[in-house]
């Protein structure tokens, strides 16, 4: 579902000075992208989406065929309203089922004191998703990394490769850093990624932005966490999905918090080590133990990424814990060359890194766990295997 092109049908003749300075205030509302997933869970899942004008939103959905239930957002009491980017999270979902849902957007034209004026209501067509089960016994995912403003990849790597026959070979995406050469505008985070998801898979399918690098780059940097969804709003957590415990880190800048072009603004080195504390913890959490699977992913990979600060310092503050805790893969981006790496003297487990961003060096890493094994194949954009690994099921 799109209605982005909606200005390019408004009838130009219309025009006035005034029409032509400000075109987008005039355009009538509608959805600007979305809704897209985020975050599910057995029970749960968080639906987003963009209005051009201030609205007051919510999601309509049910289990099975109906949407008898609504859900809003909510802070401090108040319903979330007046705006336009919507994170709404959804609750008490049944595990392992077809749901229906469709997102309902009502423009707030003013306040009359604080009285609260409505305009137009617009809504979504019945769309889908399926929760994942409980004791889901298998999942398939795609990683992208690196695609640094060429949305084309999206469409170009997942039609080709991210499909066997008709069926999808993956239960959701995760998007391993770097997504953008640096953020300056909402549209760009539209155009170059949320919109090529939502065309092909976000309405049915989470996806997962992991930070890299270029996101902590540019003017609007610091309002990416409002247009995607993350456990504890942090870019850093673990989830579990199937046999697989996933823990996400951020590896943050790859140059020191003193370079120059930073402005004095990033502080990533104290950063790294609160993530260190994180991750000592959750090494030892009970989710963590007991998973079959172990599985990290972070955008630059402490080994094997040059010797830069930032590699250097995830080495330093992620390696030992890492080392310690019986990772069976990780999961990387950043150097723009595709590789995969055997255990060795400085890491016990094996590490994937993917390619990007010009043709015949993009690749798309499918990851299909199952119960007994962790099957990832590292696929060129001309299709060749330039990577695999066949993992089993450890004694722990
Ligand atoms: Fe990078």
Redesign the pocket.
């Known amino acids: 579902m799109s209605q982005i092109g909606a200005l390019s049908l408004l009838p130009v003749s219309a025009s006035t000075a005034a029409d032509l300075l400000s075109p987008v205030a005039e355009d009538p509302n509608h959805f600007i992208v979305g809704p897209y997933l985020q975050n599910i869970g057995p029970d749960e899942v968080t639906v987003m989406w963009i209005t051009h004008k201030n609205c007051f939103s919510w999601v309509e959905y049910g289990a099975g065929t109906y949407t008898t239930k609504r859900a809003f957002g909510y802070v401090n009491g108040l319903i979330e309203a007046n705006n336009r980017v919507n994170k709404i999270t959804l609750t008490g979902l049944k595990p392992g089922m077809q749901h229906k849902y469709k997102i309902v957007s009502t423009e707030i034209t003013g306040y009359k004191g604080s009285k609260v004026e409505f305009g137009e209501t617009i809504s979504s067509p019945l769309l889908g998703f399926k929760t994942p089960a409980e004791n889901e016994d298998e999942f398939k995912t795609v990683i992208f990394n690196?695609i640094h403003d060429r949305p084309q990849i999206i469409p170009q790597l997942l039609y080709r490769h991210g499909y066997t026959g008709n069926t999808r070979d993956y239960d959701f995406v995760i998007f391993n850093?770097?997504c953008f050469d640096w953020v300056t505008e909402e549209i760009q985070m539209v155009d170059h990624l949320i919109k090529p998801c939502v065309d092909i898979f976000a309405t049915e399918f989470p996806f997962i932005l992991t930070q890299?690098?270029?996101e902590c780059r540019g003017s609007f940097s610091r309002q990416i966490p409002s247009y995607y969804a993350y456990p504890d709003n942090k870019f850093y957590y673990a989830f579990t999905r199937g046999p697989v415990r996933f823990v996400v880190l951020d590896s943050g800048e790859?140059k020191a918090d003193d370079t120059v072009d930073y402005g004095g603004l990033i502080a990533f080195d104290q950063y790294r080590e609160k993530q260190r504390m994180w991750l000592e913890r959750e090494v030892e959490s009970p989710e963590f133990k007991k998973a079959e699977f172990r599985v990290v992913i972070i955008?630059?990979s402490p080994y094997h990424s040059g010797d830069g600060h930032g590699t250097l310092h995830c080495r330093k503050v992620f390696g030992p814990v890492l080392n310690k805790a019986k990772i069976d893969l990780q999961i990387s981006?950043?150097t723009h060359r595709y590789m995969t790496h055997e255990p060795d003297a400085d890491h016990n487990y094996p590490i994937v890194i993917g390619g990007g961003p010009l043709e015949g060096n993009r690749t798309l890493i499918k990851l299909h766990a199952t119960r007994k094994q962790l099957d990832l194949k590292m696929i060129r954009d001309d299709g060749e295997i330039v990577g695999k690994f066949l993992i089993p099921k450890k004694g722990k």
Do not use: A, E, Q, R
Request: hydrophobic residues 10%; charged residues 25%.
């Open positions: 690196d850093g770097d890299g690098n270029h790859d955008h630059i981006g950043h």
